[in-house]
């Protein structure tokens, strides 16, 4: 489904990924760990779309070249990145704000577009996902939410969505338990056989709630190990100081410690 | 230094007793900080006299044009075209119980004594020559009045059009508006041109509100880009009067609304809100002056402008608060969007405070539309041009929604998505 080569992304002539490979199969879980500054949003920005990168490498969703397309093009595409801190946006309407994203997305697809009755029947069932209560959708997108409002706005635009592969950036941080849970039970729910989840996070805690099949240290740029889930509950007893105590780039092939199956 | 002053072309004037008046007020120039940005050689253009019932007569297309441009509104309507109501295209049947509209011409004829307000005022009270030609030129127009008591349901609609001619391009209107005491109405004034002619028109509208009154005033200005419309709006407020402004400001090559209220009884509150949206090189200028003459009166003016292209947007906001106005509660806000790195916003708040215990507030802003916001809304499938579209209405809505009837926010919206391309 998603095949990452080689990606570079630098900022004004400063590197920040530096050759990230990864490959996510239809239907997997994959998380991608690491440190502060490690280049993690990076990752989610690069592959959204994000101006200002200088952009190297390759990434195909479904055959499809990423790189070579607009934001929009991307989620028309399948992609759909939930960002660590969502904008702000006032005075545009929730509700509005959804159906012109999914309407956009159909247009783009050459589907027919979705009528506002038809609409409210898909943001019902989005809302009921996320426990929302229906007030939501006539506030203006994320202004004046809530952290954790915030993050269920992501995921409740998942909901409507439906991408192939969802990429979410610090989706945990900043949530209460109760919060995390109601996330982690949304996301689990969207998943299936055609669709991928990449969680990007600092911590382990949130993959207690969704499982991950795949488990990858990103450090300094580059993908350093890939496990399974007990790689995660390793890196939340070490730290990531077996990766980061040493001048990695000098050593891309250094053999991994800790339990990699 | 010399300094040019404009001058109306006396041979349309000759015949208009008065004119020495207009020609002892000086006509504005770039040093009067009230006419700082305005086109002041299009101004000597405007060529001004007395109004022609002649001058009603339009072509077929023009008249289609301007029928469509019209907010669809239920309630009584004066029309106005080139300063003389016409009254086939007015509608003064279903007025009800404590409401009584009659055309300015009329009134002038049968009381004249209830325009006093409007017409007899000393000439160090008028502000410019544009108000001394109007006051010369008005003649007609709409006087409207609400008895004491009375809550009028449905709003009243002057529209007032322009159709410029080759001798006379100008023309003048007058609105008189009083409220009696525990009334309430909502007024709204559209100002609309025809053809592609160069032009203009120069209305005044002049508001009394008794004690405890309530007006809801909503100006709508979409003139063509070939005219110029120069507004003046004078209010004045008794105790516990509440007055509510809505103004739009986005057509006419110069677009102007000027605001002066006069704070008179204690209590008062004014509410003045506007939007003002330039594409081209639109100018549009919204003059706000704001006296605060009595006791505990409360004013707020929240003012927002969207500058794409080459236009100029700009706001001039006064504060008054005169000796003896104490417990004053003002607050003046200014916020604008430049779409353009061509266009521009000047932006001037004045304030003179003059009494004890006041709280007063003003602040300004002026941004560039929000690239974080653009990205998130692309990366949601929405192409670029339409995330730049949602951004400004989203800009613009504040504004929009301080209107209470959904017809003229449709008309409001419908207006801004076609200046959004």
Redesign the interface.
């Known amino acids: 489904m998603l095949h990452v080569k080689n990606l570079t992304a630098s900022i004004e002539g400063t590197p920040i990924l530096k050759g990230l490979d990864l490959t996510v199969g239809a239907g997997e879980v994959h998380a991608i760990m690491g440190p502060n500054g490690s280049g993690k949003s990076t990752f989610a920005h690069a592959l959204?779309?994000?101006?200002g990168y200088e952009i190297g490498g390759t990434a195909t969703l479904d055959g499809a070249d990423l790189l070579d397309m607009?934001?929009?093009a991307?989620?028309?595409a399948g992609l759909?990145?939930g960002?660590q801190y969502?904008?702000e946006?006032?005075?545009?309407n929730n509700m509005?704000?959804l159906r012109?994203?999914?309407n956009?997305?159909r247009r783009?697809r050459g589907e027919t577009e979705i009528g506002a009755r038809d609409f409210l029947a898909v943001a019902k069932e989005a809302m009921d996902l996320v426990e929302m209560k229906e007030d939501f959708l006539n506030r203006?997108v994320n202004a004046g939410f809530s952290g954790g409002e915030k993050k269920r706005n992501e995921i409740l635009?998942m909901a409507v969505?439906k991408p192939r592969l969802a990429v979410l950036d610090e989706t945990d941080s900043g949530l209460d338990i109760d919060a995390l849970q109601i996330i982690a039970a949304g996301v689990n729910s969207l998943g299936g056989p055609e669709r991928s989840v990449i969680m990007i996070t600092h911590y382990q805690r949130l993959l207690d709630y969704i499982k991950p099949d795949f488990v990858h240290v990103l450090v300094d740029g580059s993908i350093v190990a890939s496990g399974d889930h007990t790689l995660a509950l390793h890196l939340e007893d070490h730290g990531y100081a077996d990766y980061v105590n040493h001048d990695l780039d000098d050593v891309p092939g250094r053999a991994l410690s800790g339990a990699v199956s | 230094m010399t300094v040019t002053t404009p001058t109306i072309e006396k041979a349309n004037l000759s015949s208009a007793p008065g004119l020495d008046r207009v020609d002892a007020i000086n006509y504005p120039t770039k040093r009067d900080e009230a006419w700082r940005y305005s086109p002041h050689r299009e101004l000597a253009r405007l060529l001004f006299g007395p109004a022609t019932t002649s001058a009603r007569s339009m072509s077929a297309d023009v008249a289609k044009d301007i029928a469509e441009q019209i907010p669809a509104l239920d309630g009584p309507r004066i029309v106005v075209v080139n300063g003389v109501v016409d009254e086939a295209r007015s509608d003064l049947t279903h007025l009800g119980d404590g409401l009584s509209v009659s055309t300015l011409a009329d009134a002038l004829k049968d009381q004249p004594e209830q325009l006093d307000s409007h017409f007899a005022q000393s000439a160090d009270d008028i502000p410019d020559a544009f108000v001394a030609l109007n006051m010369e030129f008005g003649r007609d127009g709409a006087v409207i009045h609400v008895a004491k008591g009375h809550e009028l349901a449905t709003p009243i609609h002057i529209v007032d059009i322009v159709v410029p001619g080759e001798t006379q391009n100008a023309s003048c209107t007058g609105v008189v508006i009083h409220l009696g005491e525990d009334s309430s109405a909502t007024v709204v004034e559209t100002r609309i041109g025809g053809g592609n002619q160069f032009g203009g028109s120069n209305t005044r509208t002049t508001i009394t509100l008794d004690d405890n009154a309530t007006l809801d005033h909503i100006v709508l200005q979409d003139m063509p880009s070939s005219q110029i419309h120069l507004s003046s709006i004078e209010v004045t407020q008794k105790e516990g009067s509440v007055f509510r402004a809505r103004s739009f400001n986005l057509g006419a090559s110069y677009g102007r609304i000027a605001y002066d209220v006069y704070l008179a009884g204690e209590r008062a509150h004014t509410d003045l809100s506007g939007l003002y949206f330039g594409t081209g090189d639109q100018i549009l200028d919204q003059q706000v002056t704001v006296i605060h003459a009595a006791k505990n009166c409360t004013s707020r003016q929240t003012f927002r402008g969207i500058l794409d292209d080459e236009s100029t947007g700009v706001f001039n906001g006064g504060i008054d608060v005169r000796p003896g106005a104490d417990g004053t509660d003002a607050e003046q806000s200014n916020d604008n969007l430049l779409l353009s790195k061509r266009a521009e916003v000047n932006t001037q708040p004045r304030l003179e405070i003059l009494a004890d215990d006041v709280a007063c507030k003003h602040g300004a802003t002026v941004g560039q539309l929000d690239d974080e916001a653009l990205y998130y809304l692309r990366t949601r499938g929405i192409p670029a041009d339409e995330a730049r579209r949602l951004l400004i209405r989203g800009f613009a809505d504040q504004a929009v929604h301080a209107v209470d009837i959904e017809a003229l926010r449709t008309w409001i919206t419908d207006r801004l998505g076609h200046a959004n391309g």
């Open positions: 959204a779309g994000r101006d607009k934001p929009e991307r989620a028309a759909f990145v960002f969502p904008v946006i006032p005075g545009v509005y704000f012109a994203a999914l956009s997305v783009a203006s635009q969505l």
